[in-house]
């Protein structure tokens, strides 16, 4: 079975750009979370999906990001326009039961804003 | 404003020994603690997990213990192996009814020597 796919594994854009990272979670996991990891720093959460709707967005940094997930299977994740502090590693991560403890992460996407 | 703290950032330990490893939570409304671990260019991977209303969760090797009291977990890896070599994640979950949101440490790097 196929664990949660990033696309891509990295990213360098310009400062302005936009870019979209996209997440394929396991299929049939109705949950879908979001992460970010800036400079080493923890882990940070960012949203979390049940199905096509988001159930917690509180953590999304402002305006400039844009998550979606329509039809309730992968996501898209926006950053537009992009700011160096947006660099950092991007995680997705799926779980198949909304109150489980365990979610399955994805290798992320390394996003570096120059 | 950091509700889970691990604040070893590094550990160094014999092949063989146990490796113990420590977190600092500071709200109360969490519900579940998990330990991930991570290697360099790869997505967090669960290794384990405890409940609030649990003291202590084993498997295999590893072990986890909780002191809710005074709000601290601990990883014990027992005998450590080289293959554990990587950075440890403490996280802390909050389900609201609907949402669950990880909260994570800043990370260990465990070394185990030979």
């Known amino acids: 079975e196929a664990g949660v796919t990033q696309f891509p594994s990295h990213s360098v854009i310009e400062k302005g750009q936009t870019v979209t990272l996209r997440c394929d979670p396991i299929?049939?996991?109705?949950?879908l979370y979001w992460y970010r990891r800036v400079m080493g720093k923890e882990i940070k959460f960012l949203l979390h999906?049940?199905?096509?709707?988001?159930?917690?967005e509180s953590g999304m940094p402002n305006n400039r990001f844009l998550a979606e997930r329509t039809g309730g299977t992968y996501s898209t994740l926006k950053v537009q326009p992009a700011e160096l502090e947006d660099s950092g590693v991007y995680f997705c991560?799926?779980?198949?039961?909304?109150?489980?403890?365990?979610?399955?992460f994805g290798q992320g996407t390394r996003l570096t804003v120059v | 404003d950091q509700q889970v703290k691990q604040n070893s950032p590094s550990l160094s330990v014999q092949e063989g020994r146990i490796s113990i490893l420590n977190c600092d939570y500071t709200?109360?409304?969490?519900?579940?603690f998990l330990w991930y671990k991570k290697y360099p260019a790869e997505g967090p991977t669960f290794l384990i997990s405890?409940?609030?209303?649990?003291d202590k969760n084993e498997d295999g090797r590893f072990t986890v213990f909780l002191n809710k009291s005074a709000k601290h977990l601990s990883l014990h890896i027992v005998p450590s192996q080289p293959g554990d070599s990587a950075v440890y994640f403490c996280?802390?979950?909050?389900?609201?009814?609907?949402?669950?949101?990880?909260?994570f440490g800043t990370g260990t790097r465990l070394q185990v020597t030979l």
């Open positions: 709200n109360s409304m969490f519900d579940y």
């Open positions: 299929s049939g996991h109705d949950n």
């Open positions: 991560a799926s779980s198949s039961l909304t109150g489980g403890t365990e979610a399955f």
């Open positions: 996280a802390a979950r909050r389900w609201t009814g609907t949402a669950s949101k990880l909260t």
């Open positions: 405890i409940s609030s209303i649990k």
């Open positions: 999906f049940v199905k096509e709707s988001k159930q917690d």
